[in-house]
Nanobody, 114 residues
Framework: QVELVVSVGGLVEPGGSLRLSCTAS????????MGWYRQAPGKERDFVAG???????YYSDSVKGRFTISRDNAKNTVYLQMNSLKSEDTAVYYC????????WGQGTQVTVSS
């Protein structure tokens, strides 16, 4: 019943930008912490960015200053704005929701390459 629908990723050149979105259904969105994780080839899934139920945000050191997480509670949607993309940002990106229960989106491929 709970579903996290993630937008399509894409191929971006180094230095470019891309925005991902994740729309939730089947849960009380305003009571859930939202976040983004990613998994690069041959590596474990790592935390990227998170946002609480208020205005607090959290970022991994590797993306701080380049990525911005935000949420629109009226649309049950969390966003990840990715700027100044680097080749090492290439990964499958996952959306997650954490509250009384935990949920994951399907993952979307982001490739940064010339």
């Amino acid at each position: 019943q709970v579903e996290l629908v993630v937008s399509v990723g894409g191929l971006v050149e180094p230095g470019g930008s891309l925005r991902l979105s994740c729309t939730a259904s089947g849960l009380s969105f305003v009571y859930f912490r939202m976040g983004w994780y990613r998994q690069a080839p041959g590596k474990e899934r790592d935390f990227v960015a998170g946002m609480g139920t208020g205005i607090d945000t959290y970022y991994s050191d590797s993306v701080k200053g380049r990525f911005t997480i935000s949420r629109d509670n009226a649309k049950n949607t969390v966003y990840l704005q990715m700027n100044s993309l680097k080749s090492e940002d290439t990964a499958v990106y996952y959306c997650t929701a954490a509250g009384m229960t935990h949920h994951w989106g399907q993952g979307t491929q982001v490739t940064v390459s010339s």
